[in-house]
Each structure stands twice: as C-alpha cells, then as structure tokens.
Nanobody
C-alpha cells in the first residue's frame, strides 16, 4: 500500500521560504514520477513541479520556475519542495502525488488525472 505523507506547511510572510516534505512508503519508487500540485480555494488543482525518481529530472510550472526547487532523497524515500521568494498567490493546499512511469527528454504527466497516489495535503499561507 503506497502512502504519501506531506509536512512542512505553515504561515510565512511574502518573500520568505518554506520546505515541504513528502515521505513515501509502501514500495520502491524506481521508475516513478513524483509531483507537487497545489489547489487554492475556488480553483482547480494545478501542477507545480515534478521529479523523476530514477534520474532526478525535474520540470516546473512557469509560475514557480526560478523560485521553487524539487529534489528527492533515495535513502529517506522523501521528496522535497523548497519554496523561496514566496508570494501571496502561492497560498494553497500543496499535495504530493506519485505515478508509475517516467520521462527523459520531454516532461510528461502534468495533469492530476494522471496520478494514482496522493497525500493528504499541507496548507501553505503566504501573507502580504
């Protein structure tokens, strides 16, 4: 049984930083894509960024590129989302998701519908 558990959310002022963690368990994730999504009140869930477990390739939404960084720690089976220069518009519930399947040249899997496993979410609030 795959489990994803997010942590690290909270309240931060604009311009500040947070690091979210996603602890993954239940199987080996080689060949998987691990992704962060977010959902603000009244909006659809949107893609933030992904990392491929095996090759650690990353891709990001334009809105966070240059500010957010995704990484993974094989030994800890954990994926991280380092968020810098936070803006009020980054306020949302952040979800970790996983799916079998990876990519190499062209990033794939940006739709929530393409993901099998989800965490419970962690709230990030950025005050102005």
């Amino acid at each position: 049984q795959v489990q994803l558990v997010e942590s690290g959310g909270g309240l931060v002022q604009a311009g500040g930083s947070l690091r979210l963690s996603c602890a993954a368990s239940g199987r080996t994730f080689s060949g998987y894509t691990m992704t962060w999504f977010r959902q603000a009140p009244g909006k659809e869930r949107e893609f933030v960024g992904s990392v491929t477990w095996s090759a650690a390739l990353t891709t990001y939404a334009d809105s966070v590129k240059g500010r957010f960084t995704i990484s993974r720690d094989n030994a800890k089976n954990t994926v991280y989302l380092q968020m810098n220069s936070l803006k009020p518009e980054d306020t949302a519930v952040y979800y970790c998701a996983a799916r079998d399947g990876s990519w190499y040249r062209t990033p794939r899997y940006r739709s929530p519908d393409e993901y099998t496993y989800w965490g419970q979410g962690t709230q990030v609030t950025v005050s102005s």
